[in-house]
Structures are given as C-alpha cells and as structure tokens.
C-alpha cells in the first residue's frame, strides 16, 4: 500500500511537472531548484565536468556579494570588467556599423510574449539571453522566440555573479541552462551574458572551456536601466537613452552598439517599445548579436536540430540586401567585413521544421 502511495504520488508530481512545462520534453523535476546555484555533485554535472579539462584555470579569489563589491585593492591580471572595464576578448560592440545590437536579459517571462507581438509588428530580431530557470517554466515562449527569428543566448541557470562561484558552480550553472534550452528548440547555446556584466579571466576561462563567447554591453551609456524601474521613472529611462543615441549618432558609427535592456516585467516591456523607437528615428538599424557578428553558425555544434543560418541581409534603414551567406566569426571580437554586417536577416528554415514548426520555416526577417 505504502508502495503504491508513493508510486501514485511519484506519478502525479511528474504529471504536473509536465503540464507546467507546457507539453514540452522538459520535465521540471529533473532539473534544479529554479533561481538557486546547481550542485555539483549531482550525476549529471559530474559528468559534465570529466568531458572538460579545468587544469590551468586562473586562481583569483572568489568575490563576494549578488553582484560582489569591486575589490580594493585591485587583484592584479584579473580583468574584471564590471570594476575595471577590462574585457580582454569579451564581445564589446556590435561589429556592424551604425547597428543597434538588440539583446533582453533575464527572461522568458510572462511579460516576454507582448514583447514578441511588439517585435513581430517592427519585424526586429533580438537575441535574448535566457535564464534556464524560467526556460524551464516557459519553454513554449522559448521555442516561440526561436520560431520567430530571434536568436537564443545564456544568461546562466540561477543569475548568480559568476566571479562569486566555483569553477565547477559555473559549469553547473552554464550546462543546465544548455541541457533545458536544447530540450526546448534542439539547439545549443554558443554565446552568454555575465548576469550583473560579472566577469573576469577566471570565469572567461571556464566559459572557453564550455564554447562559449561572452557577449557584455557597450559601456555604461548603453545601459537603459530599465531594470532600475520602477525605483527609476520610464521617463528618466527614456530620457537618459536618448542622450546616449544621440550622441552615438553624432559620433563614430564605424562599429554598433549593444544595449543592456531586459525582458524582465510588463514595464521593461513597455520601455523597449519605447525606445526602439527612438533607434528608428536615427537610421540606426537594429540586429541580433549573429548578425552584428556575422556569425552564421550562432550555436554550438551538438544540438539536434539543424543550424539556423544567417542568410540574408536586409537592412532596417539603409543600404540593399546582400542575400549572400553571412561570414562566420569566431574571434568573439567581431573582425568580419562590414559590407555583410551592415545589414542581415536570419531565416531559420532548418531549424524551426526541426521543431515541428515548417508552417513558420519561410520566415525571413527584413
Ligand atoms: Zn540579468
């Protein structure tokens, strides 16, 4: 009887863990605790760590804090970016001129889909740095970001500073977030944001380690600060990014920018609609961080679903489409020719039939 109790109940928790992931592979029980660091010592990151070679990682001390404060003194050969702008070769800007490279962190979310209603309309690609614990409370929004051709990023598992965690911690964290992103679309992540832009070479060499690229912003003047809201009025939001579109339309446009914008609640949602706008009215086009980078391979081999291609190029404002292949960039610092880059469209025919989802495969973003 005992037995049969708890096979019932073994039966209804996983029942439930399948119905709140909304019918997809992603069983929310086998994962880890949403918005906590993952063990290490769970079989699967075990497992994750004997396929990397960690010998050889920088030994900075582990910093303290959600985001740590910056250490005083300054710990030599660290370069850590959040305190002492040192990105040695972090992705900065994107390398497509007069470029806004639109990216939102933190989510899915529930606030996410009026973002990608919004999107659909301007026919604006982003790419978006995922949580993997809200990926696996909202894999259909995930698959729905992938079907309308945004491009996936990591944004780590529980959005703990990195410089704060273990080698291994980082792994846990970054491997989860890939194994539920790769249950939900059949891909696997290639580039990551630094939650909190928490990043030194420590870290930078376990995310090597894994294949990934880190994609920080462009300097403070690129932060909205939307995630200062509601503390910050939408007003100031808006008023302060302004200033830095115009001035960076009056100054170099030779590379683009990335912004610091997050898909976090119903009010970040409605200051991108905002803001965008304002991109808009300056002829500075907009692009995911594959086509800033040219990037025609934007995840890492070893998914299941075919590579979404970078294909086309159709520009936002200005210029013609290239309708050529975009060239892959693998420096992570965005080196490739301007004349693909000043313009791109990602279709993602192979990929979105992969997911059951041909009816989408003609979408071509303009
Ligand atoms: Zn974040």
């Not at 933190?106 to 995922?130: C, I, M």
């Amino acid at each position: 009887m005992v037995k049969f109790i708890f096979s019932s109940f073994t039966v209804l928790v996983l029942t439930l863990a399948v119905v709140k992931a909304q019918n997809t592979p992603i069983v929310v029980s086998q994962y880890p605790k949403i918005n906590e660091v993952p063990p290490v010592n769970s079989p699967e990151v075990i497992a994750w760590l004997k396929e990397i070679d960690l010998t050889g990682a920088p030994t900075i001390p582990l910093h303290t804090g959600n985001p740590p404060a910056c250490p005083n003194p300054p710990i030599a050969n660290e370069c850590y970016w959040t305190c002492d702008g040192c990105a040695a070769d972090d992705i900065t800007a994107c390398a497509a001129p007069n470029t806004w490279g639109l990216t939102f962190d933190d989510g899915p979310s529930t606030a996410t889909p009026t973002l990608l209603d919004y999107l659909k309309t301007k026919k604006h690609s982003a790419t978006f740095f995922l949580i993997g614990s809200n990926v696996i409370q909202y894999p259909e929004t995930v698959k729905r970001e992938l079907a309308e051709g945004h491009h996936l990023a990591s944004h780590t598992w529980s959005h703990h500073a990195l410089t704060t965690l273990s080698n291994e911690q980082i792994v846990a964290e970054m491997k989860w977030t890939e194994k539920a992103v790769l249950a939900a679309t059949g891909l696997k992540l290639k580039y990551m944001r630094p939650p909190y832009g928490d990043i030194n070479n420590r870290v930078r060499f376990v995310l090597k380690k894994l294949g990934y690229i880190p994609v920080d912003w462009t300097g403070d003047a690129f932060d909205t600060n939307d995630w200062q809201m509601p503390t910050m009025s939408e007003a100031t939001v808006i008023a302060t990014f302004t200033k830095s579109l115009d001035a960076y339309a009056k100054g170099d446009k030779s590379k683009g920018f990335y912004c610091l914008e997050h898909d976090l609640n119903s009010l970040t949602v409605g200051a991108a609609q905002k803001l965008i706008p304002l991109g808009e009215a300056r002829n500075i086009s907009i692009a995911n961080v594959a086509q800033c980078q040219s990037d025609a391979q934007p995840y890492q081999a070893g998914g299941t679903a075919p590579m979404p291609t970078v294909s086309g190029a159709t520009p936002k404002t200005s210029g013609t489409p290239s309708g050529s292949s975009a060239a892959p960039s693998t420096t992570g610092t965005g080196t490739g020719s301007a004349s693909n880059k000043s313009s791109s469209a990602m279709t993602l025919q192979a990929g979105l039939v992969s997911a059951g989802l041909a009816a989408l495969a003609a979408v071509a973003l303009a």
